[in-house]
Nanobody, 126 residues
Framework: VQLQASGGGLVQAGGSLRLSCAAS????????LAWFRQAPGKEREFVSA????????YYADSVKGRFTISRDNNKNTVYLQMNSLNAGDTAAYYC????????????????????WGQGTLVTVSS
């Protein structure tokens, strides 16, 4: 499985971006999916996840109410809509996929994921 993230860029504080992550797989419907990010000089952190069914979503407290994760299994793509961006959101964003074995809060753990995309850089100017 190969994941290709896109949609990053430079945006002013308060603005919005939508990240996309396309998977080269026959069907993404059985995979749990997530976004993580890593800011310069910091460790990678969880941002958001969505269960394989799409029923359950998880968000880091820092993005709750501002970011929305969604998936389109017909397009084998997961999205991250990011609104009300601030300087603290500046980071490289990585999408990840796991083989549907992880339940619940395990989707927040990077060790749960089997496949990773390359990062897409988001820079928020203040």
């Amino acid at each position: 499985v190969q994941l290709q993230a896109s949609g990053g860029g430079l945006v002013q504080a308060g603005g919005s971006l939508r990240l996309s992550c396309a998977a080269s797989v026959r069907s993404l419907s059985n995979f749990g999916l997530a976004w993580f990010r890593q800011a310069p000089g910091k460790e990678r952190e969880f941002v958001s996840a969505i269960s394989w069914s799409g029923v359950t979503t998880y968000y880091a407290d820092s993005v709750k109410g501002r970011f929305t994760i969604s998936r389109d299994n017909n397009k084998n793509t997961v999205y991250l809509q990011m609104n009300s961006l601030n300087a603290g959101d500046t980071a490289a964003y990585y999408c990840a996929a796991e083989n549907g074995r992880t339940l619940g809060w395990g989707l927040r753990e990077s060790d749960s994921y089997d496949y990773w995309g390359q990062g897409t850089l988001v820079t928020v100017s203040s």
